[in-house]
């Protein structure tokens, strides 16, 4: 198994441009998590997936972030316009009947 | 509603010394209690987790955590630290299965030569 499957691996980009991420995650999997680690918040939910429906977006920061999850196999978290506070390591994680994550290498972004 | 406490933002240990990492957890219903290890650039593993059953758990790279109840502990150790350890480690909760699961603050555990 090729484990969860993200990227870019890093993205610079200037601000007020969009940025997506992708995510792909391991086959037969019904949970896709999206999270953000910073050294100031730490590791912070921003939405999460099951079956592919989003249960729990309460941890999206602004309207300028979306995700989406077209099919089981693949999902994105887009930012737009992006700025310098959203510079981060965005991490996918998957999961199946809750018994532990699954996590990506994750995609450093940074906004200059 | 569940949350995750670790003692500790950063510990520091010799080669061979015991690694104890502390963790404390609330949790309405019973928890389900995970450790992640991260290593510098890459993304969070799986130590061990802790669902139903023995609260002793052993997990990978020769590191295990009791599940205390009566403390609301779930502390993880490991007899003897070796070097390739050194990372930052994470304690979570979730409420059972299926939940979105809420991570600790993170130790960073350092080795000393």
């Not at chain 1, 980009?13 to 086959?27: D, F, N, Y």
């Not at chain 1, 079956?51 to 729990?56: L, Q």
């Amino acid at each position: 198994d090729a484990g969860v499957i993200q990227s870019p691996r890093h993205e610079v980009t200037e601000m007020g441009q969009e940025v997506t991420l992708r995510c792909k995650p391991i086959s037969g999997h019904d949970y896709l998590f999206w999270y953000r680690q910073t050294m100031m918040r730490g590791l912070e939910l921003l939405i999460y997936f099951n079956n592919n429906v989003p249960i729990d977006d309460s941890g999206m920061p602004e309207d300028r972030f979306s995700a989406k999850m077209p099919n089981a196999s693949f999902s994105t978290l887009k930012i737009q316009p992006s700025e310098p506070r959203d510079s981060a390591v965005y991490f996918c994680a998957s999961s199946t009947q809750g018994y532990g994550y699954t996590f990506g290498s994750g995609t450093r972004l940074t906004v200059v | 509603a569940q949350s995750v406490t670790q003692l500790g933002s950063h510990v520091s240990v010799s080669e061979g010394a015991l690694v104890l990492l502390r963790c404390n957890y609330s949790s309405s219903v019973p928890p389900y209690l995970f450790w992640y290890v991260q290593y510098p650039n890459q993304g969070l593993q799986l130590l061990l987790k802790y669902t139903t059953g023995a609260t002793l758990v052993k997990g990978i790279n020769g590191f295990e955590a009791e599940f205390k109840k009566s403390e609301t502990s779930f502390h993880l150790t490991k007899p003897s630290a070796h070097m390739s350890d050194a990372a930052e480690y994470f304690c979570a909760v979730t409420g059972g299965r299926a939940s979105k699961i809420i991570f600790g603050s993170g130790t960073r555990l350092s080795i000393r030569p």
